[in-house]
């Protein structure tokens, strides 16, 4: 694996750490709905079609967040997240 693929699958990995804690941080404080999930997904999706042809790092750093977002929808749908009640 080359120095650039490393760094690559680095920028990958933290960005989705991020994205995806703080998304699970804001639904479960009712901050953000399903909704707003399904759709912040669907506009990160375009750009990651966009970034296709911006470049390899771009495209890294967006397929992070689609998942990201992915994920905890995902989560939601199995019973697995839950918004939490004060």
Same mark, same amino acid.
């Given at each position: 694996?080359?120095?650039?693929?490393?760094?690559?699958?680095?920028?990958?990995?933290? !960005?989705?750490?991020?994205?995806?804690? &703080?998304? #699970? =941080?804001?639904?479960?404080?009712?901050?953000?709905?399903?909704?707003?999930? %399904?759709?912040?997904?669907?506009?990160?999706?375009?750009?990651?079609?966009?970034?296709?042809?911006?470049?390899? !790092?771009?495209?890294?750093?967006?397929? &992070?967040? #689609? =998942?990201?977002?992915?994920?905890?929808?995902?989560?939601?749908?199995?019973? %697995?997240?839950?918004?939490?009640?004060?």
């Amino acid at each position: 694996m080359t120095e650039f693929e490393t760094w690559e699958e680095s920028l990958y990995d933290s !960005t989705f750490e991020t994205i995806f804690d &703080a998304l #699970v =941080d804001e639904y479960k404080k009712g901050e953000i709905t399903m909704e707003e999930l %399904k759709r912040n997904a669907e506009e990160q999706q375009q750009v990651l079609l966009n970034a296709f042809f911006e470049g390899e !790092t771009k495209s890294a750093y967006c397929n &992070a967040v #689609v =998942d990201a977002h992915q994920f905890v929808i995902a989560l939601i749908n199995k019973g %697995k997240l839950v918004v939490e009640s004060n």
